[in-house]
């Protein structure tokens, strides 16, 4: 998934980055990217959570593990920010995520699925998050950027 911005901000926010240095515009922007990131990961913190299946037997052997393992990575050289789920408690996320399809074993023993209501459709807990912040991140990226260059103009 991708985060796109509005062209007219972004060659504003280009043409103030000129005006700073190498250091100063790698950290500009880096502590941009980690806030806009931070919007995306706290929504699917929240959906994971709201989301969850409340059946005694699923709370049971539920450790949080999934929960725990989302996590944001700011990548300095490419000047590009990450957020996922680390491993090994973050392994299955795409599958609650996206869900599966009915599944049985090689001896004919069912198994289930992800999402129990409805195949293949899981509870969408990331996509979800992606898709309603997308332009609060965009948005919070960008005027960390134009704050960040004001406080270094002063």
């Known amino acids: ?9 972004y060659k504003h926010v280009q043409e103030q980055l000129t005006k700073l240095s190498e250091l100063e515009k790698t950290a500009v922007v ?13 929504q699917g913190r929240r959906n994971l959570k709201a989301r969850l299946s409340n059946d005694p037997v699923n709370v049971k052997m539920r450790t949080g593990g999934l929960y725990q393992s989302i996590g944001r990575q700011v990548k300095k050289k490419k000047m590009k920010a990450y957020a ?30 992800v999402s129990k209501k409805s195949p293949n459709t899981g ?32």
């Open 1 to 9: 998934m991708t985060l796109t911005l509005d062209e007219a901000d």
């Open 30 to 42: 880096q502590r941009g990217l980690e806030e806009g990131i931070i919007i995306i990961v706290n």
């Open 84 to 113: 996922g789920f680390k491993r090994p408690k973050g392994s299955a996320a795409h599958l609650v995520d996206r869900g599966t399809e009915k599944r049985w074993t090689k001896k004919g023993a069912y198994r289930g699925s």
């Open 123 to 154: 509870n969408m807990f990331w996509t979800d998050a992606f898709n309603a912040k997308k332009n609060d991140a965009a948005r919070e990226l960008m005027d960390s950027v134009k704050k960040s260059i004001q406080k270094l103009a002063k």
